[in-house]
């Protein structure tokens, strides 16, 4: 696949602080209103983890965001499967201690909350702010090769908005950030759904923990089967 770079900076925006396309940030605690997407629906209230999955030992909720830091959990997940969607959602690491930012998605449910399966479960995962993706297909996780438009953001302390655009049936996914659409990937095998080193299937999008930060989520709303392949974060 034909990798593509454009000279673009993108920066985060501060809590409180606006972008040019129009999209503000809102204070810690306080939720967008659902309007400001059309066709999507808060799918996290900010108060409480209905609809969600998500061990305590690990999820938290911090002034209107979960938080995962610690214990034993490396992903809080939606109780509903999806498989074509559009996902938005504001994060940041707080503190990042060398960690980074996921959302997993197309992979398996996992049986158990509090020590959800990841490797070899078949998780595609996009890294907000700055971009990178992994594959948790067996025989072994790795590096997932993808199509950058343009450089995402490298400082994780900042709330930034991320929009994922994904189609099962195709096996795409369009990703922005702060209002920049950053890459696309195409999944080699877009129809495959029993071979478990190349199939995507739906199920529950997860926000994920990794390492030793802590991982915030707010503001996550989703549309269902989006009939318009456009990001409605980007201009």
């Known amino acids: 696949m034909k990798v593509i770079v454009f000279s673009v900076l993108v920066g985060c925006v501060a809590v409180g602080g606006a972008a040019n396309w129009g999209m503000a940030q809102s204070k810690p605690g306080r939720a967008r209103p659902a309007q400001a997407y059309p066709g999507c629906v808060s799918i996290f209230n900010g108060k409480n983890f209905d609809g969600w999955e998500a061990a305590p030992s690990t999820w938290k909720i911090v002034e209107g965001a979960m938080r995962?830091?610690?214990?034993?959990?490396?992903?809080?997940?939606?109780?509903?499967?999806?498989?074509?969607?559009?996902?938005?959602?504001?994060?940041?690491?707080?503190?990042?201690?060398?960690?980074?930012?996921?959302?997993?998605?197309?992979?398996?449910?996992?049986?158990?909350s509090s020590r959800p399966k990841i490797d070899n479960a078949g998780w595609i995962q996009f890294m907000p702010p700055h971009g990178a993706m992994w594959d948790y297909h067996p025989p072994k996780h790795r590096n997932l090769p993808h199509q950058t438009l343009a450089p995402g953001p490298k400082d994780f302390t900042k709330w930034c908005t991320t929009e994922l655009l994904c189609d099962l049936e195709k096996g795409t996914l369009r990703a922005a950030v702060n209002g920049v659409e950053i890459i696309r990937y195409t999944h080699p095998f877009p129809r495959e759904r029993k071979d478990p080193e190349k199939r995507i299937v739906a199920g529950p999008i997860g926000m994920f923990r990794h390492g030793g930060g802590a991982s915030e989520y707010k503001e996550i709303y989703l549309e269902e089967n989006p009939k318009d392949d456009k990001l409605l974060t980007v201009p």
Do not use: C, Q
């Open 68 to 112: 995962g830091e610690g214990g034993t959990s490396r992903l809080a997940f939606t109780k509903k499967d999806y498989g074509t969607f559009r996902l938005i959602f504001t994060a940041r690491m707080n503190p990042v201690n060398r960690d980074h930012l996921g959302v997993l998605f197309w992979g398996d449910r996992p049986a158990d």
